[in-house]
Each structure stands twice: as structure tokens, then as C-alpha cells.
């Protein structure tokens, strides 16, 4: 089994920059992707950005782009989503999530934590 926590989130101005961190415990070393999604009051959770172990890639919400910026470490057990120039349409609770592959393809999700972009 794969566990994530999410931490960083909070209340930030319009333009400012937060940074979330997702750590995984557990069977790490069987997760080929890891990406945040995010759910706005009212809306869909939405892919926000994504990144292959396997491929080597990257991907992101066309909303983010430029801004956003996904990053692991070389143990892969923290992912992490750098978020600058942030505006109001961004504030929901974002969610961290990870696929793992043996002999099935297994999801693992966190419990999210709230990013609110008020002025």
C-alpha cells in the first residue's frame, strides 16, 4: 500500500506563491506516476498536474501553465507543486494522488489540503 499526506496549503493574496508537498510512504518504490488534482465548491476535480516516473514527463492544466511547477526528489517519496503568481480561480482543495503498478494498476489519494487565494 501507498500512503499520502499533503501539507502546505493556506490563505495567500492574489500573485503570491505557496508551495505543497505530498509525502509517500509505503510501497514507493511501485508508484510510476504522481499528480495533483484539485476541487473547487461546485466544480469537478480536475487534473492540475502530473508527472510519469516511468516516461520521464511532465503535464499540466492549461490553466497553470507557467505558473504551477511539479518536482520530485530522487527517492521519490515527496512531490511537490510550486504554485506562483496565484490567482483567485486557483483556490480549492488540491489533492495529491498516486497510481502504482503490480500485477494491477492501483490509485492512492490524500486527503487534500485547502489553497484559498482571497484578497
Known amino acids: 500500500q501507498v500512503q499520502l499526506v499533503e501539507s502546505g496549503g493556506g490563505l495567500v493574496q492574489p500573485g503570491g506563491s505557496l508551495k505543497l508537498s505530498c509525502a509517500a510512504s509505503?510501497?514507493?518504490?511501485?508508484?510510476?506516476?504522481m499528480g495533483w488534482y484539485r476541487q473547487a465548491p461546485g466544480k469537478q476535480r480536475e487534473l492540475v498536474a502530473h508527472?510519469?516516473?516511468?516516461?520521464?514527463?511532465?503535464n499540466y492544466a492549461d490553466s497553470v501553465k507557467g505558473r504551477f511547477t511539479i518536482s520530485t526528489d530522487n527517492a521519490r517519496n515527496t512531490v511537490s507543486l510550486q504554485m506562483n503568481s496565484l490567482k483567485v480561480e486557483d483556490t480549492a482543495v488540491y489533492y495529491c494522488?498516486?497510481?502504482?503498478?503490480?500485477?494491477?494498476?492501483?490509485?492512492?489519494w490524500g486527503q487534500g489540503t485547502q489553497v484559498t487565494v482571497s484578497s
Open positions: 508527472i510519469s516516473f516511468n516516461a520521464g514527463s511532465t
Open positions: 509505503g510501497a514507493i518504490f511501485s508508484i510510476y506516476g
Open positions: 494522488h498516486a497510481a502504482t503498478l503490480r500485477g494491477r494498476i492501483n490509485d492512492y
